[in-house]
Antibody, heavy 126, light 107 residues
Framework: QLVESGGGLVKPGGSLRLSCAAS????????MTWVRQAPGKGLEWVGR??????????DYAAPVKGRFTISRDDSLHTLYLDLNSLKTEDTAVYYC???????????????????WGQGTLVTVSS | DIQMTQSPSSLSASLGDRVTITCRAS??????LNWYQQKPGDAPKFLIY???SLKSGVPSRFSGSGSGTDFTLTISSLQAEDFATYYC?????????FGQGTKLEIK
């Protein structure tokens, strides 16, 4: 189960930290992701973080790179998304998700998000 | 970044109809294609990975096919609970981009 929190109203240029509390699976060994959805719009991939065993590295979508940071606290089974220098176009519901995988060949894995949390709304407005 | 384009953007159909949604990638992504279903107010739900592998528990009326750049999601006989928005997503390389969605409505 995944439960997001931390959303709210913030002014342009402001900051916010979203949390995603995980339970019921081996969080430490699981890659995690954030996806967002602006009101009335489609899904937009924000980024992912690998497990520490796989390097703990992060990847981000271009619109958020340099402003958003994904991190994890394995001791607390919690995923974070730090949002900085927020813009009005960052207004969205933010979903966290677990990344599952299935080996395709010796070098490649199919990767998908399942399950997802219920989402937390971030509104950037003056 | 790899662009994913779905067609149509919206689709009206009746109970029992067979429907097909198309997803096209801007470059070859082999079979690294996922499908999700989202209903209003809910988080997305995962349906298919690897272009054609159905998640356990997903009804067999759902099927996926394709490889390279062209993919399809087919629902063989629409049920009431299938009316939703469907998204494809490539997982060939980051950023794992989504299509813009296809809204399936009741005719």
């Amino acid at each position: 189960q995944l439960v997001e929190s931390g959303g709210g109203l913030v002014k342009p240029g402001g900051s916010l930290r979203l949390s995603c509390a995980a339970s019921g699976f081996s969080f430490t060994s699981t890659w995690m992701t954030w996806v967002r959805q602006a009101p009335g719009k489609g899904l937009e991939w924000v980024g992912r973080i690998k497990s520490k065993a796989d390097g703990g590295t992060t990847d981000y979508a271009a619109p958020v790179k340099g402003r958003f940071t994904i991190s994890r606290d394995d001791s607390l089974h919690t995923l974070y998304l730090d949002l900085n220098s927020l813009k009005t176009e960052d207004t969205a519901v933010y979903y966290c998700g677990t990344l599952r995988s299935q080996q395709y060949n010796i070098n490649q894995w199919f990767i998908w998000s399942d399950p997802w949390g219920q989402g937390t709304l971030v509104t950037v407005s003056s | 970044d790899i662009q994913m384009t779905q067609s149509p953007s919206s689709l009206s159909a009746s109970l029992g109809d067979r429907v097909t949604i198309t997803c096209r990638a801007s470059q070859s992504i082999d079979k690294f294609l996922n499908w999700y279903q989202q209903k209003p107010g809910d988080a997305p739900k995962f349906l298919i990975y690897g272009a054609s592998s159905l998640k356990s528990g997903v009804p067999s009326r759902f099927s996926g096919s394709g490889s390279g750049t062209d993919f399809t999601l087919t629902i063989s006989s629409l049920q009431a609970e299938d009316f939703a928005t469907y998204y494809c997503q490539q997982s060939y390389t980051t950023p794992y981009t989504f299509g813009q969605g296809t809204k399936l409505e009741i005719k």
